[in-house]
């Protein structure tokens, strides 16, 4: 004779709620040494953001050792930082504050970090399109204002990191990055972690144009580049008090 049995339990949303609350606190943050680090993770903190993101790049015959850089127009974002328990949000928008030399610039600038008492992970998107010329170095050369810009230049690169930080009792990566803890005593970490990089670059002509070849060897003649990269991370970050 086969015999069969089954249990069924119905669990309220406020039960749910509090397990997975439960989970997150258990993986977000690890017991730390109060003696070092003062936690406000119950406090509900905002900020005030001024940023001024910055995206350029450089090419550089090492030969002749003459150089050009490459920058679109800057820009200062406003925003609006929170902080509550384990949500960390950073808002911010650009309202037509900053450079407008060059006409239509357009960019997207996309950074999400997450923090834990003993990871950081940080992933990117950004696009940015229509440079120009922001320094020539090892050589002069008279260039108008309106021939060093180049519309037709877009970049776009994507990214993420992940850094694992040893002492997290007695050291906080939250207190200068997420100012919702705070860092009693002089405490310091080795870190350890993983990055990968995608950079594309797009042009419609080259980047060294005819009055510049004379200046740089012909390898650097190009009008499209495309790099990946994978990156091991090791090194020590301490806030001295």
Known sequence: MNIFSGYCQVTSADTIIASVEHIAKDIIYQKQDTNYIKSYIDKFSVKLLVLNKFNAF???????????????????????GIAYKWLAL???ANFGLGEKQ??????????VKAFSSNKYLR???????????????????DITEEN??????????????????????????????????????????????????????DADSSLI????????NSTLYYSQLYVATLSANLGYICTRL
């Open 58 to 80: 450089q090419l550089t015959d090492k030969n002749l050792n003459n150089s050009i850089r490459f920058r679109p127009d800057l820009g200062v974002n406003l925003g609006i």
């Open 90 to 92: 950073n808002l911010s």
């Open 102 to 111: 060059i006409d239509n610039t357009r960019y997207r600038d996309f950074q």
């Open 123 to 141: 992933a990117k998107y950004q696009y940015y399109s229509r440079y120009k010329i922001d320094n020539i170095h090892g050589f002069d050369l």
């Open 148 to 201: 060093k810009k180049r519309k037709d230049i877009r970049t776009i690169q994507l990214g993420i990191q992940y850094l694992h930080v040893f002492n997290y009792r007695k050291f906080s990566l939250r207190a200068p990055f997420v100012q919702n803890e705070l860092q009693r005593r002089s405490a310091g970490s080795l870190f350890a972690g993983l990055g990968f990089h995608l950079y594309n670059l």
């Open 209 to 216: 144009t005819k009055e510049m070849e004379p200046y740089f």
